[in-house]
């Protein structure tokens, strides 16, 4: 049982936008900034969005991320198929002080 | 460039130690601490504690604790994780990762190892 929450699955047609959720609580995503991987099949994680909605370079701008209160939120517009995979939310636990994840969203461009 | 290398595979017996590595190149080690994720085939990601190669504080998962261990070199730039008495649910991909943000507030994983798949088996 992961400590954040997100949908175990999500899809939409290509060009389309899709909106992934992450929920939490006041002792992590509450007090903490989110960032977001992206897991394509069968390699590492990579980093997507951190401090809440900054894109590392190389990133398109396609991907973004948004935060509120005790939810975080990642967006992808104009679906790609190249966006099929896993995504992952995480942030600092301060109870636990360690990282958490979310269970992860497995994205279908349909 | 900026990349973390991981060592090979390994195959283990239940109740045995294993030690994965994870050499650091393009930056400086010591500046930036060492986070050990795993993942277990078709499930998420499980963030099992991280070291600061400056000083080798380590700070442990609680579901991990007593079990393992994270270690450095800062000669070589190598970090370095042991989990004793290994179990079948041990088996996993472990991906060290790299922790970058100014305090926990920011914390996030910017750069990642490829991982090192453990299989535990009799």
């Known amino acids: 049982q992961s400590v954040l929450t997100q949908p175990p699955s999500a899809s939409g047609p290509p060009g389309q936008r899709v909106t992934i959720s992450c929920s939490g609580s006041?002792?992590?995503?509450?007090?903490?900034?989110v960032s977001w991987y992206q897991q394509l099949p069968e390699t590492a994680p990579k980093l997507l969005i951190y401090m809440n909605n900054q894109r590392p370079s190389g990133v398109p701008d396609r991907f973004s991320g948004s935060k509120s209160d005790t939810s975080a939120s990642l967006a992808i517009s104009g679906l790609q198929s190249e966006d099929e995979a896993d995504y992952y939310c995480a942030t600092w636990d301060d109870s636990l002080k360690g990282v958490v994840f979310g269970g992860g969203t497995k994205l279908a461009v349909l | 460039q900026v990349q973390l290398v991981q060592s090979g595979a390994e195959v283990k017996r239940p109740g045995a130690s294993v030690r994965v590595s994870c050499k650091a190149s393009?930056?400086?080690?010591?500046?930036?601490?060492v986070n050990w994720v795993r993942q277990a085939t078709g499930q998420g990601l499980e963030w099992m504690g991280y070291m600061e190669p400056n000083t080798g504080n380590t700070a442990y998962a609680e579901d991990f604790q007593g079990r393992v261990t994270m270690t450095r070199s800062t000669s070589t730039g190598t970090a370095y994780l042991e989990l004793n008495n290994l179990r079948s649910d041990d088996t996993a991909v472990y991906f060290c990762?790299?922790?970058?943000?100014?305090?926990?507030?920011?914390?996030?994983?910017?750069?990642w190892g490829k991982g090192t798949t453990v299989t535990v088996s009799s």
């Open positions: 990762a790299r922790g970058t943000g100014a305090d926990s507030f920011y914390y996030h994983l910017d750069v």
């Open positions: 393009g930056y400086i080690f010591t500046s930036y601490e």
């Open positions: 006041r002792s992590n995503i509450g007090g903490n900034t």
